[in-house]
């Protein structure tokens, strides 16, 4: 069973930094790739940033330029670094793990979330 436990959310003000931080349980963590999700109340959860096992990257258009996305395989740990926040990156962020496609056997796992509030 794979754990993914996130760090670092808060408040900030608009045009500041946080950084969130998750960190894996699993055995397959360097083969997979890995996201970052975000949520408000009665939206539908969106993607973020994902990264894939040899590190390639992708954003949505709303956070290119702001946020980096970075993975440590030896520490089995997601990384989203935003920068210059805005107050409609207010959200829930939640990381989550891809099932392996060449693993059959391997499933999708999500964070608990961690909430980020940015102030105006």
């Known amino acids: 069973q794979v754990q993914l436990v996130e760090s670092g959310g808060g408040l900030v003000q608009a045009g500041g930094s946080l950084s969130v931080s998750c960190a894996a349980s699993d055995r397959f963590f360097s083969i997979r790739a890995m996201g970052w999700y975000r949520q408000t109340p009665g939206m539908q959860r969106e993607l973020v940033a994902a990264i894939t096992s040899g590190g390639s990257t992708n954003y949505a258009e709303s956070v290119k330029g702001r946020f980096t996305i970075s993975r440590d395989n030896y520490a089995q740990t997601v990384y989203l670094q935003m920068n210059s926040l805005k107050p409609e990156d207010t959200a829930v962020y939640y990381c989550?793990?891809?099932?392996?496609?060449?693993?059959?056997?391997?499933?999708?796992?999500w964070g608990q979330g961690t909430q980020v509030t940015v102030s105006s």
């Open positions: 989550h793990a891809a099932r392996v496609p060449s693993l059959s056997f391997t499933s999708d796992y």
